[in-house]
């Protein structure tokens, strides 16, 4: 399994924001998704930084809601989580919406 998961940020309002941003597997003890844009990643070891919420978007160049009926940010999460790589990192692959739209992440908060 791998030891980090990766996820890129793109068309955050701040330039310096954008990017890869990298997760301790070790340290993730939950996924859960609270709106269509929105993924919580709870962490172990308390605060500051037990919860990591993700952004997500369907624009690379601004915040633009994704449409679903599903979990599918929290999904494609948990199957990073669980691949196989044989790497230290894994990459999320966040596939598209209800409405076909690619989905991106817009923003990455430790809180």
Excluded: C, H
């Excluded at 160049?61 to 790497?87: E, K, Y």
């Excluded at 999320?92 to 076909?100: F, L």
């Amino acid at each position: 399994m791998a030891k980090f998961i990766s996820m890129e940020v793109v068309g955050n309002a701040n330039d310096y924001e954008n990017g890869q941003q990298l997760l301790n597997v070790d340290q993730i003890t939950g996924v859960q998704q609270s709106a269509d844009q929105t993924v919580e990643v709870f962490l172990a070891g308390g605060t500051p930084g037990d919860k990591v919420t993700i952004t997500l978007s369907t624009s690379t160049s601004g915040a633009v809601n994704p449409v679903m009926t599903a979990n599918l940010g929290a999904n494609a999460i948990n199957r990073a989580l669980t691949a196989n790589p044989g790497g230290v990192k894994a990459t999320v692959n966040w596939g598209v919406d209800d409405n076909g739209a690619q989905m991106y992440v817009n923003n990455v908060t430790f809180a």
